[in-house]
């Protein structure tokens, strides 16, 4: 089992920063590919990003290449989303996830992932 938390979402203006973390704990961080997707209201929840075991590879939603950086820290156990430049289309609660996944082409698919966090709200005003 891992258990997830997110964190640092709050209310923005369009152009800010804000910073989204996800603490694990439980089974080893390390042994799993993370995920960061978001849902809007009235909406399917949709990739974000993602990042592998090692950190040396990740992966971005064409809708935020450029803006958002994954990361993660696994001797902190913490997987972290550097957004910029925020936009208004970019407000949605935020999940991290996590999974044992070996396709790249798998990386995008929430069914690929077996733990989930709870989300945080991340609102970007015009």
């Known amino acids: 089992q891992v258990q997830l938390v997110e964190s640092g979402g709050g209310l923005v203006q369009a152009g800010d920063s804000l910073r989204l973390s996800c603490t694990a704990s439980?089974?080893?961080?390390?042994?799993?590919?993370m995920g960061w997707f978001r849902q809007a209201p009235g909406k399917e929840r949709e990739f974000v990003a993602s990042?592998?075991?090692?950190?040396?590879?990740?992966y971005y939603a064409d809708s935020v290449k450029g803006r958002f950086t994954i990361s993660r820290d696994n001797a902190k156990n913490t997987l972290y989303l550097q957004m910029n430049s925020l936009k208004p289309e970019d407000t949605a609660a935020y999940f991290c996830?996590?999974?044992?996944?070996?396709?790249?082409?798998?990386?995008?698919?929430?069914?690929?992932?077996?733990?989930w966090g709870q989300g945080t709200q991340v609102t970007v005003s015009s």
């Open positions: 996830a996590a999974g044992t996944i070996f396709s790249v082409t798998s990386l995008s698919r929430t069914d690929a992932y077996d733990y």
């Open positions: 439980g089974r080893t961080f390390s042994s799993n590919t």
């Open positions: 990042i592998t075991l090692s950190g040396r590879n990740t």
